[in-house]
DNA sequence: ACGTTCTTCTAGACCGTTCTAGTCCGATAC
DNA sequence: GTATCGGACTAGAACGGTCTAGAAGAACGT
């Protein structure tokens, strides 16, 4: 706790070796554990590290090699997905040296590209971007400057590495699921953005696979996707419009968890019951849902493993990998009382 | 986006000051914003910048000056409570030249410090603290170094400022509306924690309340509290616990809304209806509790304005103010149907 | 004309670390 | 005995800013 000279200011790494009787060039090879230093050096040094209960200065370090800090870019804090995401995130970097800082880089791909500069002005040695709403060109141009992994989106890409959810085969899960039980008229919120019409994310990838395994069943005429936004907002809207409908579908993939909370809150409004005159399915599998009141059906997508697969890709990056990786991970589907057979 | 020289060197304050024909002091001064340079000096720097596209880089403003970051530790990112609570912080800050950066302090005391170290270490200009196990002795020499408020925690404190909710009142609204409902038989679940049995935390806050609020209503014979965690987990074995006893409470006050969610899911699977069997009340009004088909009564202690009033002390005091302030914010009752008059 | 004061500007030390370009010394080769 | 080599160690520059101390020049009073 005291990491103080007497005077009250900070030891330094020339403490060290004043205490240790070497120069700081020996005490900072100790420090980054570097060759070229005798076994006794070495412990003495140590011995002074611990002596004077020294810490090193990140932001000092950073000015010429590294700062041992990684950034991680998130947009909605709130959404529990990103929890078990970082969780896994900080499972992975622990006892690394390195330590995890999560940004909020708000809703918009400028905010976020505040963030992002933000943290390169930080020199921080590696950047974890969740879901970015930034093109893919500006993502090109930051990954040729600092190691970069990005999750949510698909690759491939130049300069980074990708790791998201098979969401092609997540949405393929649903419809199977829901044919199974004697649905036909399916339909899909999507996530829309205008400013990222862009196959890479995954709102358009489940798109994809929803129409795929709607046309492998043979109902390409009941292809429907409906454009709001994957909030609960977006799902209060959504219901509304189905409410409004003459021929309404008998079952709804919502896209994400928190749009499904707005659909079963607005269907539930409009005196549309669940599952009984719509099933509805959710994305992600949050904590919520499986919750018995609310009993979402839900593709699981293993946020927690995500994480901990896109922090060891960051950190096999900082060491020096260059060849981009991109990484899919295998959904499956928890079953749950919102979706049953359709009532006629 | 370039912000770079033509040999692919960052743009430095050289960089501006050559350009702008001044000294680097003056290309300093005018970034600093400070007194003592003309009007037409300034102009010119500024010009520089924004020809040049320059981002000062924090970490080396860090070693004379500021950072001009700020540190935010959390516990857990999962805890839907804190979303709210970070969205207020950022909002704050948004415009003022400071940038956040939350960083994952983990479960226990020896975890939190090791952010803490590692936020001190990054030469952050000052701490927001939400709800930490650290002991006040530490929390006091930490804070003799830097700028810090502490969130959800009660004062007084000598070297920081405290926000926190209205613990006792929260925790008395619950018991008010439950025995206005008719119920007598009422337990408290609180979260148990050795290590930190200190009466400026929460749980122990709301305990004092709720104690005081049965005696108001003279039923201190019913007084009941059961030790746990407030966590999913937590809740399912208090569920359990009451399910197992002869003579059960009629109404439980769950303490935190995840120790209440735990809570419902386990009556539910002991065959104990909520509120037919058991009504049960929740803490923090998390957006999961408003969702219909959970519908949980919950003390709302509006964590957005907390958070932003937290930015805000840490700003004044970043400026100069020692004096600690402590602040209280009025909890209001949300009532759903979780909540209803015992049957029996 | 001269001293004083005020404003504006700048040279250069400084922050705590890393890294480059050495020095020193003992061992080995001829 | 001398040249060469390699391992252990170190002086001091460098990183990109801030800040101190002082210089230069303008404005003012006498």
């Not at 690394?96 to 590209?113: H, L, N, R």
């Not at 339909?187 to 795929?212: C, F, I, L, M």
């Not at 599952?275 to 919520?288: E, L, M, Q």
């Amino acid at each position: 706790m005291t990491t103080k000279a007497s005077g009250g200011r900070r030891i330094t790494i020339r403490d060290v070796a004043a205490h240790a009787g070497v120069s700081t060039s020996s005490a900072s090879l100790v420090l980054r554990g570097a060759a070229g230093v005798s076994a006794e050096t070495r412990r003495r040094v140590e011995q002074a590290m611990t002596d004077l209960d020294y810490r090193p200065l990140a932001a000092a370090r950073g000015m010429r090699g590294k700062t041992f800090t990684i950034g991680v870019l998130v947009s909605d804090i709130r959404n529990p997905f990103f929890g078990l995401l970082l969780d896994g995130v900080a499972e992975r970097i622990a006892g690394t040296g390195y330590e995890p800082f999560i940004g909020p880089g708000g809703a918009t791909a400028a905010s976020q590209m505040r963030m992002i500069q933000a943290m390169r002005d930080r020199q921080m040695d590696g950047l974890i971007l969740i879901g970015p709403h930034v093109a893919a060109t500006e993502l090109e141009a930051i990954a040729a400057e600092v190691p970069m992994v990005v999750v949510g989106r698909h690759g491939p890409a130049e300069n980074f590495d990708t790791v998201a959810g098979d969401d092609e085969q997540g949405s393929q899960l649903i419809v199977d699921h829901l044919v199974g039980l004697g649905h036909r008229r399916i339909s899909y919120v999507t996530h829309w953005d205008p400013e990222s019409a862009d196959d890479r994310r995954p709102e358009n990838r489940r798109e994809q696979g929803y129409v795929e395994a709607m046309r492998r069943h043979g109902l390409d005429g009941f292809v429907d996707v409906v454009r709001e936004e994957w909030s609960h907002d977006g799902g209060l809207r959504a219901a509304a419009a189905f409410a409004a409908r003459a021929k309404r579908p008998t079952a709804v993939h919502a896209g994400a968890d928190v749009s499904a909370f707005g659909l079963l809150t607005g269907l539930a409004e409009a005196g549309l019951s669940t599952p009984g005159a719509i099933s509805v399915a959710g994305y992600d599998n949050t904590a919520t849902s499986a919750l018995p009141r609310v009993s979402l059906t839900s593709v699981d997508q293993s946020g927690h493993e995500m994480g901990r697969l896109a922090a060891d890709l960051l950190l096999d990056r900082i060491d020096g990998r260059r060849r981009s990786v991109h990484e899919l991970t295998a959904p499956w589907l928890a079953v749950r009382s919102s979706t049953a057979a359709p009532e006629d």
